[in-house]
């Protein structure tokens, strides 16, 4: 059986679906207003299917952020409750995001999902640190997935997620987080596998354009149930470069199956124009549902300009 990959593969017993993509629709033109289409729906996943919390990676004292809180799923989760260490408390709006301004005190800033094991961490820099006067972008990923998050790391962006627009090949992408000094953005789902240049505005300032290979990944498995001790492999194929990427794998689902290498594991894949490909290994414990998430493992680096 084989599917396109989404924000995460999800490998159940019968493997009857995969996790899907994000509920909210992208934006077909970047916008700087919130967009109707990320008001919260009957679909959207209620507030404790809350699981991942994404906050941006770096945020300036005393200037707006945006966070964004996602279900097992992908989908951004309205209503979700989050508590910094520094004792500041949060709810999502009705798009699974918030827009708050970040503490005034420089150093580390904790944050997690109320009634959720595992905290996320981000830097707090003071406003010279973080000084610009124009829009830079110091680090991007040289390699990203289509169907998953991705970082922009610079100086002169928009707190406001949706005040930033982020072009990719044309189509708009859909910011999920933000401040001043960092971005983590979703790709359109307009975008075919290989180079795609992307171009980064904010309060109308440009930053100069870069090119970022965009990969898609497709999961090849068994699809009939998992028994206990029974062996099983996922493979996950590349396409969009020829280079060997890393993929990591975390088990959401250890009761039923142990992942082969540890929780989680890493896998270089094997390179190659005509083949391209990472192998992992599930043991069943018991028969039952297990999910598994695969991502790839993004590495940073200067942006490559475009002409």
Do not use: Y
């Not at 827009?99 to 580390?108: E, H, M, R, S």
């Not at 090119?211 to 396409?239: C, I, M, N, Q, Y």
């Not at 018991?286 to 999910?291: D, R, S, V």
Request: charged residues 20%.
């Amino acid at each position: 059986m084989a599917a396109r990959c989404q924000f995460l593969f999800a490998a159940c017993a019968i493997l009857s679906g995969f996790a899907q993509r994000l509920a909210a629709p992208q934006k077909s033109t970047p916008s700087a207003s919130r967009p109707a289409s990320l008001a919260a729906t009957s679909s959207a996943p209620a507030p404790n299917a809350a699981r991942v919390l994404l906050l941006p990676r770096r945020m300036v004292s005393g200037e707006r952020a945006t966070l964004a809180v996602l279900d097992v799923s992908g989908r951004l989760t309205p209503g979700a409750a989050v508590t910094f260490s520094n004792g500041d408390h949060l709810k999502t709006d009705a798009t699974g995001r918030a827009l708050f301004v970040a503490p005034l005190n420089p150093g580390v800033l904790w944050g997690s999902i109320d009634g959720r094991p595992g905290r996320v961490s981000t830097m707090i820099l003071t406003p010279v640190e973080a000084s610009a006067s124009s829009l830079e972008i110091s680090a991007t990923p040289r390699i990203a997935s289509l169907t998953d998050r991705f970082e922009i790391l610079g100086k002169g962006f928009c707190g406001d997620a949706d005040a930033n627009q982020v072009d990719i090949a044309g189509h708009g992408a859909l910011v999920l987080a933000s401040s001043p000094i960092a971005l983590t953005v979703l790709p359109p789902m307009e975008r075919e596998p290989g180079p795609a240049t992307v171009a980064v505005s904010c309060a109308k300032k440009d930053a100069p354009a870069f090119s970022t290979t965009f990969v898609e990944l497709e999961l090849k498995a068994d699809s009939s149930p998992l028994k206990r001790g029974e062996h099983r492999t996922l493979t996950v194929s590349v396409h969009g470069t020829a280079e060997k990427i890393s993929l990591e794998a975390r088990n959401l689902a250890p009761d039923v199956a142990e992942l082969v290498g540890g929780n989680p594991a890493r896998r270089l894949s094997s390179g190659g124009e005509e083949e391209n490909i990472a192998q992992f290994e599930v043991v069943g414990k018991k028969e039952g549902t297990f999910l598994i998430s695969i991502r790839l493992v993004p590495t940073m680096t200067r942006p490559q300009r475009t002409s």
